[in-house]
């Protein structure tokens, strides 16, 4: 028997698997096992022509633990609807729904809610849903009182559209919370949510999960008014 016929394969890409110990408590995710393999495609040629897609969302970036224990040290969801835009592989959403909330994973990529939802099925959590959404078009009215990003603010151009999104999104009384590497990119986003009535707060975090290495970066806590 091949080497690779004792691979794990979904949606067509060799997977990659690991356990996370976030917060003192065990998760198993997967994902691509080579984003070389992705942007090889010629969907992902197409898809960079059209619009500057990238498959970004094939594999955990440096603020998702960040994020990830951030909404363990928050309060309990008690069944409160909650969303993870940009979800990618659902790290975020994943952890928020152990947490007892409502959550809809969110991705502009069908792959990456399929990834999201298999992530659950690894960790025995139920998902509101997955929902293919680019934050660039916000809805037409406040829909969740948790709203959830992973290093979504890695561009510039991104500060706006996010910032315009949680505004239309957030129910009253809720919270957004997202989480960069201390990305320069990222230093606009507070003027970009104060000009649209929200009220952002930074804290400054260091973790050594899951690898033990230290990973440093910001949260932003973002209210209304």
Known sequence: MSENANQEVFQGYVVRRERWTIAGEVFEFCWPADIDVLLDEPRT?????????????????????????????????????AIEIGCGVGIAGVVAAKRGWS????????????????????????????ALIDFRRPPAVP???????????????????????????????????????????????????????LTPRMERVESNAPTGMPNRGRIWYVTRG
């Not at 094939?58 to 990830?68: F, I, N, R, S």
């Not at 969740?144 to 559209?161: A, F, T, V, W």
């Open 45 to 81: 040629h197409a898809l960079h022509q059209a619009d500057g897609y990238m498959p970004y969302w094939a594999q955990p970036w440096p603020g998702t633990v960040l994020l990830a224990e951030a909404i363990v040290r928050g309060e309990p969801g008690a069944d409160r609807p």
């Open 143 to 197: 829909l969740y009182d948790l709203i959830l990003g992973s290093d979504l603010l890695y561009e510039r151009r991104h500060c706006e559209p996010v910032a315009r999104w949680i505004a239309a999104a957030l129910n009253p009384g809720g919270l957004a919370i997202l989480s960069d590497p201390f990305r320069t990119a990222a230093e606009s986003f507070p003027d970009h949510a104060r000009g649209f009535s």
């Open 103 to 130: 959550v809809t994973v969110s991705d502009y990529d069908e792959n990456a809610l399929a990834y999201a939802q298999r992530n659950a099925e690894l960790n025995g959590v139920r998902l509101a849903g997955a």
